[in-house]
């Protein structure tokens, strides 16, 4: 017994003797001859990445300017002052409704019974904002509104490559 204890003894010792010790904190990377050529390529990988990366230094970023502070204070009113003070939510009553610009109309297509004014489809008798569809001619359209107001969109030719060909 004590004869298997000698041995066990002694081959660890033996084991620990072949460890390298390392003092401060490393990585090892040990590596073996394999004929597997994915294991080589991550061997490979491995040491690539190994060397110490750098990054950008404390003192840059300590320098650079905080987006979120404002430097300025916002103005007061002073109280001798001739500036009116904003309203408040809800002083003025009816809120006024701001004002749409809607884009010009523009023909842009015409096929067959049906033309593309403005990005939208529509047909002979269809309504678009204060008008309606009168009239489909080969390059041109009519739109009729109140009070007799009338009002031709032409196609404009945009692209002189296409050509579109009409039987």
Same mark, same amino acid.
């Given at each position: 017994?004590?004869?298997?204890?000698?041995?066990?003894?002694?081959?660890?010792?033996?084991?620990?003797?072949?460890? %390298?010790?390392?003092?401060?904190?490393?990585?090892?990377?040990?590596?073996?001859?394999?004929? !597997?050529?994915?294991?080589?390529?991550? !061997?490979?990988?491995?040491?690539?990445?190994?060397?110490?990366?750098?990054?950008?230094? !404390?003192?840059?970023?300590?320098?650079?300017?905080? %987006?979120?502070?404002?430097?300025?204070?916002?103005?007061?009113?002073?109280?001798?002052?001739?500036?009116?003070?904003? %309203?408040?939510?809800?002083?003025?009553?009816?809120?006024?409704?701001?004002?749409?610009?809607?884009? %010009?109309?523009?023909?842009?297509?015409?096929?067959?019974?049906?033309?593309?004014?403005?990005?939208?489809?529509?047909?002979?008798?269809?309504?678009?904002?204060?008008?309606?569809?009168?009239?489909?001619?080969?390059?041109?359209?009519?739109?009729?509104?109140?009070? !007799?107001?009338?009002?031709?969109?032409?196609?404009?030719?945009?692209?002189?490559?296409?050509?579109?060909?009409?039987?």
């Amino acid at each position: 017994m004590t004869k298997y204890l000698l041995i066990g003894f002694m081959s660890m010792m033996i084991l620990h003797a072949a460890v %390298p010790a390392v003092s401060s904190p490393s990585i090892t990377v040990m590596t073996q001859p394999n004929t !597997d050529k994915e294991l080589v390529w991550v !061997d490979e990988q491995i040491l690539a990445i190994l060397p110490a990366r750098v990054g950008i230094p !404390d003192g840059y970023i300590n320098s650079l300017r905080d %987006p979120m502070k404002m430097k300025k204070a916002l103005p007061t009113l002073k109280s001798g002052s001739n500036l009116l003070a904003p %309203p408040k939510l809800g002083s003025m009553g009816i809120l006024a409704q701001p004002k749409v610009i809607e884009e %010009p109309l523009r023909l842009l297509a015409i096929m067959n019974k049906s033309v593309l004014i403005s990005g939208k489809w529509y047909k002979v008798g269809q309504s678009i904002r204060n008008f309606t569809l009168a009239e489909i001619k080969s390059n041109s359209v009519l739109l009729t509104g109140k009070k !007799d107001q009338k009002l031709i969109l032409f196609l404009h030719k945009q692209n002189n490559n296409i050509k579109i060909i009409t039987k």
